[in-house]
């Protein structure tokens, strides 16, 4: 049975980081598209980075370019999700899902965690 669980969330000042991590079971995630999603009281779900099976090849949404950085651990079959500089519009439950295609679109996506708290607030 596929499950994720995401862990790594909590209460950070603006500036500060954090670092997220989905560990999955009952599949290895090296075989497909990892994104992890956001979603701020009253606003829909967005991407905000991917990581594609095979090369491994990253993407981003603008507004945390440079920010954040996905990376995977086969050998944990993890992935994670670094934070740095991080802002109160930052503020969400943070999501990691499993899908097909590389997309930030989330009905792409067929298999989701229960989410993980993020607050930047001073």
């Known amino acids: 049975q596929l499950q994720l669980v995401e862990s790594g969330g909590g209460l950070v000042q603006p500036g500060g980081s954090l670092r997220l991590s989905c560990v999955a079971s009952?599949?290895?995630?090296?075989?497909?598209?990892i994104g992890w999603f956001r979603q701020a009281p009253g606003k829909e779900r967005e991407g905000i980075s991917c990581i594609s099976r095979g090369d491994g090849s990253t993407s981003y949404r603008d507004s945390v370019k440079g920010r954040f950085t996905i990376s995977r651990d086969s050998a944990k079959n993890t992935v994670f999700l670094q934070m740095h500089s991080l802002k109160p519009e930052d503020t969400a439950v943070y999501y990691c899902a499993v899908g097909e295609i590389v997309t930030f679109t989330p009905k792409w996506y067929h298999s989701w965690g229960q989410g993980t708290q993020v607050t930047v607030s001073s």
């Open positions: 009952g599949l290895s995630l090296d075989y497909y598209v």
